[in-house]
Structures are given as structure tokens and as C-alpha cells.
């Protein structure tokens, strides 16, 4: 019997609408979707977005990801969930696994695929990318993200600011990700290094509670909330 093939879709940021067609119609053909999530007792936005292109008869696999930083959880983790979308594949049926933005930025699916590469080196593994919350973000906001010959730097902001800062300090664009509980500390170093007044703040993109703020000091002394699956682009050239 043959085995089934597993297709890791990005959803893209939020607006089913920013699916591609591709994803879409590799959604169609998978009866086991697989997704991710931070907390058993949470939704899966990965499974909301697209739950408009679900076909009538699927059925949804969540899988738990803790958040945390121990490596050894977080490995045991992933095989378990390796072996659940394995046990699919071996059925001969095919598997999709849903990823908020493009799959192979910051995401679980990285982990899962080499997981379950290690399980099964033969397995059928076809990665449908998505739009980016930086793309969206930027076009959004209207926000060159690179011109001419200038640096674009992603950072995914971590509790030590320094990395912000180095790349603020290279010049070009500069990209924020993961800014969560740290949206104080970011914009400390945004006021320090004087680029406070060219950068731009989306949160939620493409969803009911999506926010836009051009002017960043709005957002000091606001809750940790404020940060979760938000964006923060950032023109680090003395220019504007």
C-alpha cells in the first residue's frame, strides 16, 4: 500500500481571503488536518483561518506545543506528534499541517516535519508557502519593506533587547516578530535609538480586532496583550 504525503500549508496572518490558492486546494485533498496549539484548552487560529476551505469531512488533530523553552519537553513533544501524522501517512491517506503565516518562518512545522523525516526518511513531505505577517503587514501600512540596495533584518525579539538594537544600528529595514510581554522594552529601544518616528505597529492582521498605530508611544503602558501576534517594521536609515 502506498503511504500518504504530508502538506505543511502556511494560512497566512489572519483574512482567510490571504490563503493562497495552493494551500486551499491542498486543503481540499487532506481529510486529516493537523494543528497546532499553545494550550489544550485553546483555539487553534491556524484551524479558524481556514476553516472556510476545510472540505465536509474532515477532521481536525490538535496537537499541543507547550510554551517552553525546555528543549527536552519540547522534543518529546514534537515525536508525539511526529508519530500521530505518521500513523496517518502509513494509512496510506494524505496529511495537512496548519501553520499561521508561512511554514517555514518561526514555525512548529519545522520542527514537525524533521521529526517526522527522522521517523519516516522516505516520507512524502510538500510545503505550500503562505503570506508572511511582514508582507501583509507592510502592505497594510503602506511600508516599503527593502529598497535600492538596503538590509532587511528580521528579528524575532527576545527578552534581551540587545539583537534589536544591533540591527537597528545596521540601518535598512528592520523587522520585529515575537514581541509579546516585551513591547515596553522594544519601544525603549526604539526611543533611544531615535527611530520611534519611523516605525509602524500591526497587531491581529486581517482579523475583527485588528489595530494600526504610526504613532508608537500610544502604545506605552499598555497591558502585555498588547504585543501577542503583533508586528513592528522599523526604517533604521536616517532617511525617511
Known sequence: MSKGTLYGIGVGPGDPELMTVKGARALQRCRHVFVPKARAASESLALKIAKPHLPADSVA?????????????????????????????????????LTLGDPLLYSTYIYLA??????????????????????????LTEFPLGEGKENVTIVPTADDTAAVRRAIEQGGTVVLMKIGKRLEAVLDVLEETGTIGRA???????????????????????????????????????RV
Open 114 to 139: 524533521r521529526a517526522l523525516r527522522e521517523r519516516m526518511p522516505d516520507v512524502n513531505i510538500i510545503t505550500v508557502p503562505g503570506i508572511t505577517s511582514v508582507n501583509a503587514a507592510a502592505a
Open 61 to 97: 488533530h490538535e496537537l499541543v506545543f507547550p510554551m517552553t523553552t525546555d528543549r527536552d519537553e519540547l522534543t518529546e513533544r514534537w515525536n508525539e506528534s511526529a508519530g500521530e501524522v505518521a500513523a496517518v501517512i502509513d494509512s496510506g491517506e494524505d496529511a495537512c499541517f
Open 200 to 238: 509602524v505597529f500591526v497587531s491581529r492582521i486581517g482579523m475583527e480586532d485588528q489595530r494600526i498605530e504610526t504613532d508608537l508611544a500610544s502604545l506605552r503602558n499598555e497591558g502585555p496583550e498588547a504585543g501577542y501576534l503583533s508586528i513592528i517594521l522599523v526604517h533604521a536609515n536616517t
